[in-house]
Structures are given as C-alpha cells and as structure tokens.
C-alpha cells in the first residue's frame, strides 16, 4: 500500500491537507484537524508567530522556540514561514492553495480578500476549497471591525458577567478560554462544511464569531432569560437561583484543600445525598434534619435560606473532618457525586488519567527533553488520534514545501529569504 | 455548480440515547445542520433537565424546560422503554437504520442492555458509537458519576479561577459541559468521513474530564516542565495592562478594558480626556503599570463609573482600545446589535412553550447555513411518526407495542 493510502488509513482524516494562519485566537483548530490527521501547515510571517511570545515557557527561558502556548496548541502540525502581504508571498500561498482543502485564517474581516487571497478569489483557483475565518464577531454586523481580546470576547459573549464572586469584579477563567472556545467551535464548522463538499464537490466559507461561541457556551443561563425573563447572577461558589436565592454551596472546603458538592434535582443527585447522609450518620454527623428531609421532593429553588443553610451546615461540617483523598475515595464507593477542586500537579498525578493511557510523551531534540503532554481528546477503536509530531520550529518545513514540493529554485529560495518573503 | 440547495448534513441518521447536556450538544449541531436526530427517552424516568429550572412562566412540567427546549432543536422524540425486550427490539431496529448512536449513560449500562459496540456491530456493521461519560469507559473511576458542575473541579478550571487573596470561586455553572460537544462533534462527522473511504464504522470513547484538559493544555506542561502550579490572579494579565473589568454607571454595569500597546495606551489615556495622572511616569511604561496596577485601576474606575458601559466601549473602540461591555442575558437577547445582525437567536415555536428562543451554532457556513426548523419535542412527541414512518411499522403493530407499555 502506498504512503498516502495509509495515511489515510492512519486517521479519521487523513489525505487531507490545511493551510493555517491563525494566531491565538484560533490555534485551537487547527491543531484539533491535526490530532485527526489533516496535515497542517502552519504558516508563520518570516520572524515567527507573534503567538511564539506566549508563556508559560519550557524552563522559564522567554524564547519563540520555548513557548509551552504555542507547544499545545501547534503539535501535529508543519510548519513554514511566509509574507502573505507580499505580492511573492501572495503568489506562493495561491498556488499552494490549490492543492489545500482547508484554509484556517482569523486576521481582520476583509482582510484577506484585500490581498487578493480571501475566499471568493482562492474558490476561483480551487472550488473544494474550505476557508475558516475566526474573528471577534464574525465577518459581518455594526461590531465586526471592533478590536478584541480574549477577556473582550468572554465579557462581550456573557460569560464574565457570570463569572466570579457576587461582591467582587466579574472575571475570566484563569486560563483564557473564548480563543480556545472560538477555535474547537471552528473545527465543528469546518468537518460539517468537508462533508458537504465530499457529496456536492463545492466548498464554503465558514465564519465563526469569537462572541458568539462564548455566548453559544453561556446556553446555561440564557434559557433564564427567554423563558422568565430572569437574569441570572454570578455567585461564585455557590449556586443561587430565582425565586428565592438560596445559595446551594459548589465549592466546599475541607481539611487540606477544596471539593465539589452540590444539592440538586434529578435521580442521580437524590442517590448521592442520601448516601452522604447514610454516610453521616455512620460516623454521628448526620443531624435530624438531614436524616428526616424528603430529599426527593425538595425544590431548590423554592428551598428558604434557613432551611438550605440547615442542611449544607452540617455537610460542610463533616467535610472539614476529611482531607481531599479521604473524601473523594469514600465517595467513589458510596456513589456520591463529588470530586476534587485539582490544580496542574494533581491532573497529572490522577490514576485515572494514566490507567487510561492519556498522558503522550513528545519528544523535543533541540531541547533534549521528551515532554508529556495531554493525550488524545476521544479515543476511537479505529484510527486512533495521537500527537505524530511536536509543534514546528519556525521555517521548519520550508525545504520539505518550497524546495520539495514547489520546486522552486535554491536561488529562488534565497531570494524570497532575502527579501524577508519567507 | 450550484448550490444543491440541500442542508450539509442532510440524510445523516443518529439515534441519540444521551441526556442533559453533553449528549444533546453534541447531537444538536448534527441536527441543526439537517440531520435526523431522534431523542429516545424514557417516560417513567425523565431525564434531568426535563424537570429542572427554568420552567416556561415558571410552572413546571416535563414539556416546559428551558434547558430542554433550548438543547434539543430540530431533533423527534421518541418514548421508549429500555427495560422491556421488545423496547431492546425497537430501540435495535433504530440501530440499523442509524448511522450514528450516542449514548451517555454511566458505563456499563449499554451492556447491560444489550446494547453495547459489540451488540450493535451485529446490527449493522459499520455503525459509529459515541460514548460519552464523565471520566471515560475504562479505568478505576469510570463508574464515576459527575456532572459538569463536578468536572471543572477535577479537570482543574475551578483552581484557577478566583481572586489571590480568596478562595478559589471556579467558573459559572458547568462549563466543561460546553467543551465536550465541541470535541464530540468534530470527531463524530470525521469518523462519518472515515466510513466513507474504508466502509468502517468505530466505537467512540469520549471522557468529558480529558476533553476539558486540553483547554489547560499550557498550563498542564507548566508543570511538566517547570514544576510550577497556577496562582489565581483575577483579571490581570502578564502582558497587558489595563486589563480587566472597570465598574461603570448603574448597577453591576462593566465594561472590559485592555491595553497592550504603548499606541493603545495614548488612545486610552485621551479617551479619559489626558487626565494629570496619566501623564505620571508610573504609569508610562507597560512595566511601570504592572508595578502600579492596583492604583492604576482605582483611577481609571474613578472615569469609568462616571459613564455608561456601552458609552465607554464605543469611546475606547472608536480610540482604537479593544474595551467590551461586560454583557448579561438580557443584554444579549435585546440590546446586542451584533446578535441581532447576525441572528444569534431564532424563534421557534414549541408544541406546549409557545414562542421560544433558540441559540444558533457560532459559526455560519456561507452556501448551507443551519436551519432551525422544529423546536424541541415533547417527551415521545414523535413516537407514532418514528415507528410508522421511520422504521415502517404498521399501524396494527405500532398500537400493539403501544397497548403493551414498550413507548413508555
């Protein structure tokens, strides 16, 4: 069998081939393409991604070739260097576009049509061709030339309103995520528009607004809205729901750290606290009220605040006599719904994750380390997804593109380097 | 060639054995973008988003659930009883017309059932199975049962999330519910593309944990490599500043702000009218700034509080500072001119709702957009038109079924 048959055997979807000139905010996609064995070609201005700048870094040492950032979120792509904003440039990336099924783009709307590369004029060169652009809020509407940010499309997408302490700022998540969300959201769009085109022949523009997919994440709180014209709240650690607000603790502390435990509806969490309680009272925590509540017809919501305080005091109580580990072993036999607040250090140390094989090491030679890395998002019974490659040094894969498979000259080559083209 | 005029997914078949979140997510984008999803749900135990908040004027009832409605578009609703032999029947001559089942029951139940990967291929033999679970299908915590609202604290977003001098707040909700279908689909309409070239179907193992790690990913290597674990630290950024929430007029009214350039900082600074304070050279460097950020930031909510939170993001926008309100529901539903441009939010009209509104997916594909069609079903909804139309049952077969229990 050929190389490139079994390549496309190899992964769900293999043989097919992206051209990515996303920054940070949509990096995300192309790497989830590239974990499905797209051969991505990551293409970077000549001096390296500005993305190259993000920490954490490998050793602290601030260097384009250390970012941890760019590792993540660039494995399982090549990489290569060109100025799109150069005729020279402009002319290599079409004539590689005709031979691309996917082109990964989040510059500013219009912005590529202006260099004479955006959609229609590349789906004149080659009509199966799929162009994916990420911005802050899409390709069109009254805000699409507005400047973004992460922390702009968490707060303009309803999400930061949310987050946080009720008597504090609202807040992002710690690790920025509307990027992260704009691109995994972009992946979507782009298969469904590749399954298209494998039945009609055409491809498509794919637009995806950064706002949206951070509201799109929000479909918790919106329903609120729509149906009882509620606002909801943030609350931080607690949950607090109309009418009555009775804050439902999510975040409890314990003797050496934090768990997750909540008071909720459905049979799952009616199971649960009953076995917290039947656990309770083996140890004499358990007080009348908790033993003498009809768990199965409370309603939250309409719980007063005395009466839910009544039930998660002596909850929070018993916690506190546990460290993490103890409660979260005794709760997995009993089949309470609980787990752990975990930072970095206790994901990489969980047993399941490694029962399961998650973890993947990657080698990195210019670095002499073979890191581990987060495994593969699903695992599938054929094809599996794996990390085949680090992410690209800069201009890593400019021989194996411009000499090998364009052709072009040595002199050419030097050329374009010269004339800072590539 | 012309646009077909079909939808993208159109003739793509899933029978969706999954429930609250994950699950539906996943389905909804196939069924907004023209696949048949049917929803095979049990009557004696409805799932737990059918009887939970928010109800429709606030009455409940197992047809009047926001969170269902706003799930389930475009998807029917089939009633059926997994617990009686012939519901098993029924629910495998769905399977062979399927091409794509998702379930996301606690592992172990499927087989129970008979109803696993391996039952399944004997049904039709290229059939795609996603299994969705909270912690995977395999390994020491797989009979874990969690919610999303217990993931963001085992994936680590909870222990991120909060201000340095407090205890970690963690994010709205469940939010790792939300990373999952992202993953989910993505892999489910691939693995489609990979039975189209090798005639394979697969067997799909997704743990909602291990998806929501890889929106951590940068922070999971900081400590392979560094040793180093994240310290909560609110708003703030390591390279930009301002940058954060600045409380603006009215009640609980922010608007987001951040500064990366020193361009975008004289932009900032005339916006606020040149006031004598930013002319201090604490301020006048990036590095001078982080020194001074906490001072920084009382002074510039000093203006900011002074103005409305629009006033300020379009003063600091047309100044060429990114600046965002801090936008909530209603915010989004009926003052965002954006939305509405692009028409974020559709109406449906729900069978026992009325009027409702439904999100579109975030992204637009320009010759076959999604289409919301049907608003979500009512609890068996569509169970006469599955077995009749879809799985070709006669009527003196279907009310047989009936007449014994196997739609309940």
Same mark, same amino acid.
């Given at each position: 069998?050929?190389?490139?048959?079994?390549?496309?055997?190899?992964?769900?979807?293999?043989?097919?081939?992206?051209?990515?000139l996303t920054d940070e905010k949509g990096m995300i996609c192309g790497r989830i393409l590239g974990d499905l064995g797209v051969d991505v070609i990551k293409i970077e201005r000549p001096s390296g991604d500005p993305a190259r700048k993000i920490g954490p870094f490998f050793h602290n040492i601030p260097d384009p070739e250390k970012s941890l950032f760019w590792f993540a979120y660039n494995a399982n792509k090549r990489g290569i260097t060109l100025n799109i904003d150069s005729k020279d440039g402009q002319e290599i990336f079409k004539r590689l576009a005709e031979n691309t099924d996917f082109v990964i783009e989040s510059f500013a709307p219009r912005h590529m049509d202006n260099l004479g590369v955006g959609y229609q004029a590349l789906s004149e060169i080659n009509k199966k061709l799929i162009m994916t652009s990420i911005t802050p809020f899409g390709q069109t509407g009254p805000y699409k030339d507005f400047k973004g940010a992460d922390i702009l499309g968490w707060a303009m997408g309803g999400a930061m309103h949310l987050t946080g302490d009720s008597d504090m700022p609202p807040l992002e998540i710690g690790f920025p995520q509307a990027h992260l969300n704009a691109g995994a959201?972009?992946?979507?769009?782009?298969?469904?528009?590749?399954?298209?085109?494998?039945?009609?022949?055409?491809?498509?523009?794919? #637009?995806?607004?950064?706002?949206?997919?951070?509201?799109?994440?929000?479909? #918790? =709180?919106?329903?609120?809205? #729509?149906?009882?014209?509620?606002?909801?709240?943030?609350?931080?650690?607690?949950?607090?729901?109309?009418?009555?607000?009775? %804050?439902?603790?999510?975040?409890? =502390?314990?003797? #050496?750290?934090?768990?997750?435990?909540?008071?909720?509806?459905?049979?799952?969490?009616?199971?649960?606290?009953?076995?917290?309680? =039947?656990w309770m009272d083996e140890e004499g925590m358990a007080t009348d009220i908790l033993k003498e509540t009809d768990f199965a017809a409370i309603s939250w919501t309409t719980t007063p605040p005395q009466q839910l305080e009544s039930l998660q005091e002596p909850i929070g109580k018993f916690f506190m006599m546990y460290s993490v580990q103890e409660l979260c072993q005794e709760t997995l036999k009993r089949r309470i719904m609980l787990l752990p607040v975990c930072t970095s250090k206790d994901v990489r140390e969980s047993c399941q994750l490694s029962a399961r094989n998650f973890w993947?090491?990657?080698?990195? %030679?210019?670095?002499?380390?073979?890191?581990?890395? %987060?495994?593969?998002?699903?695992?599938?019974?054929? =094809?599996?997804i794996r990390i085949r490659r680090r992410a690209p040094l800069i201009g890593e894969h400019n021989k194996d593109i411009y000499e090998d498979e364009l052709g072009l000259s040595n002199e050419e080559i030097l050329t374009l380097f010269q004339a800072n083209v590539i | 060639m012309k646009n077909i005029g079909r939808q993208a997914l159109q003739g793509v078949k899933v029978v969706d054995f999954s429930w609250v979140g994950v699950g539906p997510l996943t389905t909804k984008y196939l069924a907004d973008h023209g696949a048949s999803v049917i929803r095979?749900?049990?009557?004696?135990?409805?799932?737990?988003?059918?009887?939970?908040?928010?109800?429709?004027?606030?009455?409940?009832?197992?047809n009047r659930s926001g969170y269902f409605a706003w799930y389930n578009s475009n998807k029917y609703g089939l009633a059926l009883d997994l617990n009686k032999p012939k519901g098993i029947e029924v629910a495998k001559r769905l399977i062979a017309w399927a091409d794509i089942v998702v379930q996301s029951f606690r592992p172990g139940v499927?087989?129970?059932?008979?109803?696993?990967?391996?039952?399944?291929?004997?049904?039709?033999?290229?059939?795609?199975?996603?299994? @969705?679970?909270?912690?995977?299908?395999?390994?020491?915590?797989?009979?874990?049962?969690?919610?999303?609202?217990? @993931?963001?604290?085992?994936?680590?977003?909870?222990?991120?999330?909060?201000?340095?001098?407090?205890?970690?707040?963690?994010p709205y909700g469940a939010y790792t519910d939300w990373i999952a279908p992202q993953f989910g689909a993505t892999v489910l309409i691939s693995a489609l593309n990979y039975r189209r070239k090798t005639g394979k179907g697969m067997y799909i193992d997704l743990s909602q944990c291990e998806t929501a790690i890889q929106f951590l990913a940068p922070l999971i290597l900081n400590y392979v490599v560094n040793g180093q674990i994240y310290s909560r630290r609110g708003n703030r950024s390591p390279y930009a500043c301002p940058h954060g929430a600045y409380r603006c007029k009215g009640e609980d009214r922010w608007c987001a702000i951040i500064v990366?350039?020193?361009?975008?900082?004289?932009?900032?600074?005339?916006?606020?009218?040149?006031?004598?304070?930013?002319k201090d050279p604490k301020f006048s460097t990036l590095l001078n700034r982080k020194k001074n950020e906490a001072e920084l930031d009382k002074l510039i909510e000093s203006w900011t509080i002074?103005?409305?939170?629009?006033?300020?993001?379009?003063?600091?926008?047309?100044?060429?500072?990114?600046?965002?309100?801090?936008?909530?529901?209603?915010? @989004?539903?009926?003052?965002?001119?954006? @939305?509405?441009?692009?028409?974020?939010?559709g109406r449906l009209h729900h069978t026992e709702m009325g009027d409702c509104a439904y999100a579109g997916p975030s992204f637009r594909l320009s010759k076959t957009p999604c289409k919301l069609e049907r608003a979500a079903p009512c609890l068996g909804e569509h169970t006469k038109y599955v077995c009749t139309e879809i799985l070709g049952m006669s009527d003196k077969e279907f009310v047989g079924l009936l007449n014994e229990g196997i739609f309940k």
């Open positions: 069998m050929t190389t490139e048959n079994q390549q496309k055997l190899d992964s769900l979807l293999g043989g097919y081939r992206a051209l990515d959201q972009a992946a979507v769009g782009t298969v469904i528009a590749l399954h298209y085109r494998e039945i009609s022949g055409e491809g498509q523009h794919v #637009d995806v607004s950064i706002q949206e997919s951070v509201a799109w994440v929000l479909s #918790d =709180a919106l329903p609120f809205w #729509d149906v009882n014209r509620s606002n909801v709240k943030r609350f931080g650690s607690v949950r607090s729901r109309p009418p009555l607000y009775a %804050p439902r603790r999510q975040i409890w =502390a314990c003797k #050496d750290g934090f768990v997750i435990f909540i008071l909720m509806t459905g049979g799952l969490a009616l199971e649960s606290i009953k076995a917290l309680v =039947a993947e090491g990657v080698e990195h %030679p210019e670095l002499g380390a073979s890191i581990t890395y %987060p495994g593969a998002f699903a695992k599938l019974s054929e =094809a599996p | 095979v749900e049990s009557v004696q135990y409805p799932e737990t988003f059918r009887v939970t908040v928010p109800f429709k004027d606030n009455v409940p009832g197992i499927m087989k129970r059932l008979g109803l696993d990967y391996e039952d399944l291929k004997t049904v039709k033999a290229d059939i795609i199975m996603l299994s @969705l679970s909270a912690q995977g299908q395999t390994g020491p915590h797989s009979q874990s049962a969690a919610y999303g609202i217990q @993931l963001v604290g085992l994936s680590g977003v909870t222990d991120i999330t909060g201000w340095p001098d407090r205890d970690p707040c963690g990366s350039t020193d361009n975008e900082w004289q932009a900032f600074c005339g916006v606020l009218g040149d006031p004598d304070w930013s002074e103005h409305r939170t629009e006033k300020v993001m379009f003063k600091m926008q047309a100044a060429g500072v990114p600046a965002g309100v801090v936008q909530n529901s209603e915010d @989004l539903f009926e003052h965002d001119p954006q @939305l509405k441009s692009r028409q974020f939010f």
